[in-house]
Nanobody
Framework: QVQLVESGGGLVQAGGSLRLSCAASGGISSLNVIGWYRQAPGKQRELVATITSGAGSTNYADSVKGRFTISRDVAKNTVYLQMNSLKPEDTAVYYC???????????WGQGTQVTVSS
């Protein structure tokens, strides 16, 4: 049974930084894309950033470009999200997501709260 365990959320002042981590346990194979999503109260879940398992190609939401950086450690089945210059509108529950090739699986973390105070 694969589990994704997230860490690194918390409370930070505007302009500050946080680093989120998400580690997969239970064995992952044929990994395709890893992503971070977020959901603010009363809003739909939205894509923050993705990175491919092989080439490491990245994609970012316009709202976080230049401030957030996604990276991965394939050997450790871990993905990171470095968040700098945080804004109050970044406040949300952040979820990691591992997608397998050919839609073999779609795993989600339990979510970690990020709160940015003004």
């Amino acid at each position: 049974q694969v589990q994704l365990v997230e860490s690194g959320g918390g409370l930070v002042q505007a302009g500050g930084s946080l680093r989120l981590s998400c580690a997969a346990s239970g064995g992952i194979s044929s990994l395709n894309v890893i992503g971070w999503y977020r959901q603010a109260p009363g809003k739909q879940r939205e894509l923050v950033a993705t990175i491919t398992s092989g080439a490491g190609s990245t994609n970012y939401a316009d709202s976080v470009k230049g401030r957030f950086t996604i990276s991965r450690d394939v050997a450790k089945n871990t993905v990171y999200l470095q968040m700098n210059s945080l804004k109050p509108e970044d406040t949300a529950v952040y979820y990691c997501n591992f997608k397998g090739r050919f839609s073999r699986y779609d795993y989600w973390g339990q979510g970690t709260q990020v709160t940015v105070s003004s």
